[in-house]
């Protein structure tokens, strides 16, 4: 299984799906889809991704 770049970056800060869903305001399973590149997510939610992850937006695109 391939770690996506969003997902390292979750797993450097710590975080469980879980954990970072519930600080995004959004579900597990949704930000699974996220991190697999499976939907769409505007510039504002990964500014978010990027806050919340410690971490330079370029990281989460």
Known sequence: MKITKRKLCRLQEGLSQD????????????????ELNRVP??????????KLYNCNLQDVI
Not at 25 to 31: A, F, R, V
């Open 41 to 50: 997510v505007d510039q504002e939610f990964l500014q978010c991704m990027a």
């Open 19 to 34: 954990e970072a869903a519930k600080e995004l305001g959004i579900s597990q399973s949704y930000l699974s889809l996220i």
